[in-house]
């Protein structure tokens, strides 16, 4: 279908976007388009102006290491974070997540800002931030991923806000994502993921099993009292609240978060 007529502003500045987004009427952001688009084509989003921060690349686009954080610009796609050598170094499970976003197409336009910020609990980008206490910096403020994300595709982002940074601690040690899909490229129908820290804990979270991702401190304080990989694991499907859909029942999704975290555990390197 073809969109709902709609205004159209390139930003030159993000306080200029800042600025637009404050106007009268539903102005969104257009990063990738991926999510949007579709939305707009479908007429599921009607948004009477759209303001393009592409333009913005240069300052929104970036992947740096600053001491021991990893500092993601969140107009940077994900393919270039797939493919970063300062991503592989520092924290390589998230080059590791991109690599799992959609198909090249999506990796190619997508951006990590764009996932975020749309919020679906299928977006995998979000487990890690939630994982790792990541802090998501836009234009006014500094919000812990915790505080960020309030429930299905509902952020906490006020009209006239725009995430500029995503900002992880760097870790390397052993690490796992998987994914559990129905085809290759799919979103995940639930997915796992785990990091070992410098410190000998661990982190997990889980994907697409929740209105939102979510991190299992439950799993994470077992394995800290000692618990194996696959005693732990029972623990993942504490805290969620899967729905039961085409993709399989709640019961089945419950499984498949404690099956996948015992893997990522035990697959981890
Ligand atoms: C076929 C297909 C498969 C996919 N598979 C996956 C997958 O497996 N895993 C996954 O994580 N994602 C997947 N995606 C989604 C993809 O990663 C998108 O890139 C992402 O959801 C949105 O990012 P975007 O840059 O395209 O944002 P857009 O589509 O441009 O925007 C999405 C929303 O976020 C807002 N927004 C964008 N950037 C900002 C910003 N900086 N500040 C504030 N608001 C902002 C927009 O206003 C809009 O509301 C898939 C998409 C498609 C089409």
């Known amino acids: 279908m073809i969109p709902a007529a709609f205004a159209y502003q390139r930003a030159k500045s993000v306080d200029e976007a800042a600025r637009a987004l404050g106007q009268t009427g539903d102005v969104k952001v257009l ?12 007429r599921l989003a009607q948004p009477t102006t759209i303001v393009d921060i592409n333009p913005l690349a240069s300052d929104l686009g970036y992947i740096r290491r600053d001491n021991g954080t990893l500092r993601v610009g969140a107009l940077t796609r994900h393919f270039q974070i797939q493919q970063s050598d300062e991503v592989k170094r520092s ?23 764009g996932v975020l910020a749309h919020a679906d609990p299928a977006g995998d980008y ?9 802090t998501i910096t836009t234009n006014r403020r500094s919000l812990a991923a915790r505080d960020f994300f309030k429930g299905l595709f509902t952020t906490a982002l006020a009209s006239d806000e725009l995430i500029v940074e995503i900002s992880f601690p760097a870790v390397s040690g052993p690490h796992k994502y998987i994914k559990f899909r129905r085809r290759l490229y799919d979103w995940a129908v639930v997915a796992a993921g785990a990091q070992k820290m410098e410190d000998g804990g661990w982190r997990v979270g ?14 994470e304080q077992a394995l800290a009292s000692g618990a194996s990989a696959a005693d732990a694991a029972k623990r993942a499907s504490q805290g969620l609240d899967p729905t039961s859909d ?18 990522a555990l035990e697959g981890a390197q």
């Open 31 to 42: 990063a990738g388009g991926q999510s949007l688009i579709p939305l707009m084509r479908l």
């Open 126 to 134: 979000g487990t890690l931030a939630l994982m790792l206490d990541a």
């Open 91 to 113: 924290l390589p499970l998230l080059a590791e997540i991109a690599n799992e976003v959609g198909d090249e197409q999506v990796r190619s336009m997508g951006t990590i800002g």
């Open 246 to 263: 085409l993709r399989g029942s709640a019961e089945y999704k419950r499984h498949l978060a404690e099956v996948l975290t015992q893997r």
């Open 206 to 219: 889980i994907t697409n099993a929740a209105p939102t991702s979510v991190r299992a401190s439950g799993v």
